[in-house]
């Protein structure tokens, strides 16, 4: 397992932009895929998006595409998600999770069970 840091979460208006961060405490992260997971109070943790370890293949949920790209850094052993059109509903705690796998295909990153490292989330809060 690794140990995982998301920072960069705060308080934003509908319409802006946030860059959430996910540090790794290993230096072999570019070995793992990494998803970003989001829970709104009294709802399921949804899927976000993911990034594969090998070919760095983004995949989105079908409600972040066009708004949410996921990258990673690996000389810095980081993942971000950058968030931009914000909206309201995209209010809720954000985690990102790494898994030692890889795989092809939306199906392959979409289930929590893939990812066994979590960190501890960070909120995101979009007023109207």
């Known amino acids: 397992q690794v140990q995982l840091v998301e920072s960069g979460g705060g308080l934003v208006q509908a319409g802006g932009s946030l860059r959430l961060s996910c540090a790794a405490s290993r230096r072999t992260f570019s070995t793992y895929a990494v998803g970003w997971f989001r829970q709104a109070p009294g709802k399921h943790r949804e899927f976000v998006g993911a990034?594969?370890?090998?070919?760095?293949?983004?995949y989105y949920a079908d409600s972040m595409k066009g708004r949410f790209t996921i990258s990673r850094d690996n000389a810095k052993n980081t993942v971000y998600l950058q968030m931009n059109s914000l909206k309201p509903e995209d209010t809720a705690v954000y985690f990102c999770?790494?898994?030692?796998?890889?795989?092809?295909?939306?199906?392959?990153?979409?289930?929590?069970?893939?990812?066994?490292?979590w960190g501890q989330g960070t909120q995101v809060t979009v007023s109207s």
């Open positions: 999770g790494a898994g030692y796998f890889d795989c092809s295909g939306y199906g392959c990153y979409d289930g929590e069970r893939r990812y066994d490292s």
């Open positions: 990034i594969s370890r090998s070919t760095a293949k983004t």
